[in-house]
Each structure stands twice: as C-alpha cells, then as structure tokens.
C-alpha cells in the first residue's frame, strides 16, 4: 500500500467528466500490424517492472485522509487492451487518438489503457497508452514506454513475474495504518526542524527580474480560456530534429525556446484568424512543467512544478520574440534550482481530501492566471521496437483542465521531434490551422538562420497528421 501525494490526488480530484487528467502517449509502428492477444503478451512479458499498472485507488473510509494505492485482486489484463479498427478520415492518426482521448477512463480500475489501432496508411498501425497523471507524469510515461519496447528488433526477454495481489485491508486495518503513518510523519518533521532539514525557498541574491517586465498587454482570457467541454481534437506535426539543432547552433538558445517561438507564430496567426481576437502588442501566458528535485525517500509520485513564460503574440520580427523568451526562460532556469520540491509538498498523510477536491474545483473557476501549456519532454534517440516492429513516431496527447483548453507537447524520437497539440472540440473542430502555423513559424526562423549564414535559402515543408 502506498499513499498518493498531494499533487497526484489533486489530478485525481480534478476529474469532472468533461475534464479527464490522463495523457495517452501515442506510438506509431511500422510493418504488420499485432493482433490483441500479441499486444497483451507483449505487456504480460514487461508489467512486472511496473508494479503501479495492478494497483487500483482505494478511497479512505470518511475521506480522513488522501486515496491509497492497492493491489487490484482482481486484476484482468483484457479489461485494458481495446482495438479499433482505424476509420476513413483525412488525418487517420488524429482522428482516432481525438475518439480515443475523448472518454474518461474507469477510475475504478488501475489507471491505464492500451489501444491498439490497425489499419492505417503506409501499412501503418498504433497504440496508444493511456495513463492517469495521478499515476505518472510527461517523463515517468515516456520511461514505462521505454520498459515495454526495445532497442532491439528481436526484443528482451520475459520478466520473471512472482506477482500475487495482497489482500485488500479493511477500513478498520486502513485506519490503523494511517494513524501509524501521522505519527512517523510527525517524527520526522520534528527532527527536520531540530536538524534544519527543512529547506525554505529563498532568492537568489543576484537575481535580475528584469526579463519578466515584458512590454505589451496579456492576450483577453475569454480567447482561448474558458470551461473545457467534451470531446478532444488532437493532431501531430513530425520536425527533423537536426531543424532545431541547425537554429539553435545558429540564432542561440534552447530547442524549448525555439519551440516556445514558434507556438507565438503559430497562437498569433490562429487567435486572429480564426477566433477573431486582437493579438497586435500582446502576450500569451503559457505554463512550461518543468521536474522538481527532492531529497526525500520513497515513493513521492509527481515532483513537478512550472515555468510561466509570457510569449508575444502578433506581428514581430522573429528575432525579437526568440530574444524575449530566452531572457525569460533563462531567469526562471535560475529559480528552479533553488526551489526543491519538498519545499512545496513537505508531507501528505493528513492532508484532506476534502479540503484538496474544493481547492481544485475552486482553481478551475478562478480567474485566468495562465493561457496555455507548451511541455516538451525529451525521449529515445534510438530505434526503438515492440515484437520486431519498428516505432517510426512518438507523440503524446495530454490533459486538458478548465481553463486551460488548448495544450501542447513535444517529443524527440530517433532523431524526430513531433508537435502534437490538443483542445477540445467546441473550441477548434480541427487542430491542423494551429500546427500548420507553428510549421510556418519554424520555416521563418530557418528562413532568418540562413540569411545570417549566408547559405542557400531552405524550407521546411511539415504536414500535420
């Protein structure tokens, strides 16, 4: 039995039907396609490694404290695998991860899915994975994908798996525990304080704010903010990823901030274009996780925080709006090393539940504090393959919560970077116009990273899937 932190059971108690905290990690496969008994044998030989995929959320009797995390002794491997057959559509992978990604998932259940997709073009076909972020964040879902495929075409051998579920406690034998558990955690907050390990946050004395004093006014919140309604819209554009190493040896700064430039086009062109709302001399807030560092033990769960970048919108030289990022980005890399995260979540036994599931529903009626989410998470530089089958792309679709109702992730792969971007549908019917423009966005930064190299002009043809 393991306690859910703070940060996972806020994700948890977040779930309102329309919004559903889970990211389905998308994995493209070339060759034949494997049948649903092939999947689950492939998923049977690896879930030993990950002990949280047979562990369901137990509530505490009288909502005393936060949910647990138990073994599921009923536990059935077919409850999770599903197919679908791919449908006729004219972006085949976004419209089935766009179904797919649309229904919550049974929270009665340990938190993941897998769907196998068969069918798809170019003798193509798909999984995706689909994990509550109670259970893992951006990075921990890419290294459980790592555990199920392999670097090599003939794969890894089986894991032993002993695995017999331990019997489900009762409410009196919960109760017991966790009285146990405050106790422990009152012991060692007590010693931390005698021993000064408890670590406060402080500014670092050199610290310049000047790169936050951004001119330009925030974009209207009633633009793309708002309640999350059903239904998802998700699509995904493929970038070489020696684009982003070619304009970041050139023009300077980090492939994020290349990245954070690009959406500022993209956001720019699609906000006044389709949505109609002024974007000229405004700046867009978007909320970048970034891992937290932490000296405690044991299993914490999420360790995550973020960065709030303000990203100009509108028409500007591309230059000028990469200058602005990086002198952001750059500042708020200099807070993160002195935040740890037990500094923000120092201890959970306790905590309500109660209390935790108003502070999110309160949260999400608050006023707008950011517009959107860029999270860039870095993967595999190597060919990885399930069952011989070679993965060609790697891309995420991840959650949406009012009132954040457009997101987007990034993926490196095998020398890839994909872009994949989500809303839901009653904001765009379609993802394409907003990933086409980011596309735009990158050809100009290459446009300007050649003139100042002096090499022929190159463009950068993406298409969005």
């Not at 977040?14 to 689950?40: K, Q, W």
């Not at 769960?301 to 709006?321: K, L, S």
């Not at 935790?356 to 529903?361: D, E, F, G, I, S």
């Not at 517009?371 to 870095?378: I, M, S």
């Amino acid at each position: 039995m393991d306690r859910m932190s703070i940060m996972d059971a806020s994700f948890l108690y977040s779930e309102d039907g329309n919004t559903h905290n889970d990211v389905g990690v998308v994995l493209v496969f070339d060759g034949p396609a494997l049948t649903t008994e092939e999947v689950m044998r492939a998923i049977a030989d690896r879930i030993a490694l990950v002990p949280r995929f047979r562990q369901k959320v137990r509530h505490m009797p009288l909502g005393l404290a936060l949910p647990v995390w138990m073994d599921d002794i009923r536990f059935d491997l077919r409850r999770h695998v599903h197919h679908h057959p791919a449908q006729p559509a004219l972006h085949p992978i976004g419209a089935a991860v766009s179904r797919i990604m649309s229904d919550p998932m049974d929270l009665t259940l340990p938190l993941w899915q897998v769907h196998l997709v068969t069918g798809l073009t170019d003798d193509r076909w798909m999984l995706v994975v689909r994990m509550h972020h109670a259970m893992v964040d951006g990075v921990n879902s890419i290294e459980i994908i790592r555990l199920l495929l392999s670097p090599k075409p003939e794969g890894e051998p089986a894991v032993i798996d002993n695995w017999r579920p331990r019997p489900e406690l009762t409410d009196a034998e919960l109760v017991s525990a966790l009285a146990k558990d405050a106790a422990q955690d009152a012991m060692n907050a007590w010693r931390a304080s005698l021993s000064g390990g408890i670590q406060i946050p402080k500014m670092p004395e050199t610290f310049d704010p000047s790169p936050f004093m951004q001119p330009g006014i925030p974009i209207s919140p009633w633009a793309i903010n708002g309640p999350v309604r059903p239904g998802r819209r998700w699509g995904m554009l493929p970038v070489d990823l020696d684009v982003f190493k070619k304009l970041r040896a050139k023009l300077g700064g980090t492939i994020n901030d290349l990245i954070l430039t690009a959406c500022g086009y993209g956001y720019s062109s699609v906000i006044a274009e389709y949505l109609n709302e002024s974007v000229q001399d405004r700046t867009m807030r978007v909320m970048v996780p970034v891992s937290l560092s932490s000296q405690r033990s044991g299993p914490q769960g999420n360790e995550i925080g973020a960065m709030v970048v303000e990203v100009p919108v509108g028409e500007m030289p591309a230059m000028e709006r990469l200058e602005r990022i990086k002198s952001q980005t750059a500042a708020l890399k200099q807070l993160k090393s002195t935040v740890p995260a037990n500094a923000i979540t120092p201890g959970t036994t306790l905590t309500s539940p109660t209390t935790l599931m108003v502070a999110t529903r309160i949260a999400s009626t608050a006023p707008t504090f950011v517009n959107t989410v860029v999270t860039n998470v870095p993967g595999p530089q190597n060919p990885l393959y399930l069952s011989g089958r070679k993965l060609h792309w790697l891309g995420a679709c991840i959650a949406l919560w009012s009132p954040l109702k457009i997101a987007i992730c990034v993926h490196s792969y095998d020398g890839e970077v994909t872009i994949s971007a989500v809303t839901d549908e009653a904001t765009f019917s379609t993802v394409t116009p907003l990933l086409d423009a980011i596309g735009e966005g990158i050809e100009e930064l290459v446009r300007i990273a050649d003139l100042e190299s002096g090499s022929e002009p190159t463009t950068y043809v993406g298409r969005s899937l």
